[in-house]
C-alpha cells in the first residue's frame, strides 16, 4: 500500500493551498483508518501537523498550524485533505499523509504504518 501526496507547490505569504492524500492501490487503507498529517522542513525533524479519526468526526491540530489549518475527508473518494490558508513563510516543509492501523490519532510519527512520498510546500514573503 502507497499513500500518496500531491497538491504542493509555491504560494505567496497570506496564501492558501489544498493538499490531497490517497492511496495507490486500495482506498481502505484511508477510508478504514485515522490518518496524520507531518512535515519536515530544511534541517528539522519532522513534526505533527494535523490528524483526523477514522469516523472524521473528531481532528487535531499543532498550535502552529490551528486555526489556519483544517483537515477532513471525503469517503466516496478515499482521500483525505489538509486545507492550508494564511500560509506563512515558516510553514515552508515537505508535508506527508500517513495512515494507522486504528481507528483513533496521534501526534506522534511511530504510531503511524503507512507514509506518503511528500509533497513541498513553499511560501515565499
Known amino acids: 500500500v502507497q499513500l500518496q501526496a500531491s497538491g504542493g507547490g509555491l504560494v505567496q505569504a497570506g496564501g492558501s493551498l489544498r493538499l490531497s492524500c490517497a492511496a495507490s492501490?486500495?482506498?481502505?487503507?484511508?477510508?478504514?483508518?485515522?490518518m496524520g498529517w507531518f512535515r519536515q522542513a530544511p534541517g528539522k525533524e519532522r513534526e505533527f501537523v494535523a490528524a483526523?479519526?477514522?469516523?472524521?468526526?473528531?481532528?487535531s491540530y499543532s498550535t502552529s498550524v490551528k486555526g489556519r489549518f483544517t483537515t477532513f475527508r471525503d469517503r466516496a473518494k478515499n482521500t483525505v485533505y489538509l486545507q492550508m490558508n494564511s500560509l506563512k513563510p515558516e510553514d515552508t516543509a515537505v508535508y506527508y499523509c500517513?495512515?494507522?492501523?486504528?481507528?483513533?490519532?496521534?501526534?506522534?510519527?511511530?504510531?503511524?504504518?503507512?507514509w506518503g512520498q511528500g509533497t513541498l510546500v513553499t511560501v515565499s514573503s
Open positions: 500517513a495512515a494507522a492501523r486504528s481507528s483513533y490519532y496521534s501526534d506522534a510519527a511511530g504510531y503511524y504504518n503507512y
Open positions: 492501490s486500495s482506498g481502505r487503507i484511508i477510508s478504514n483508518n485515522a
Open positions: 483526523i479519526s477514522w469516523s472524521g468526526g473528531s481532528t
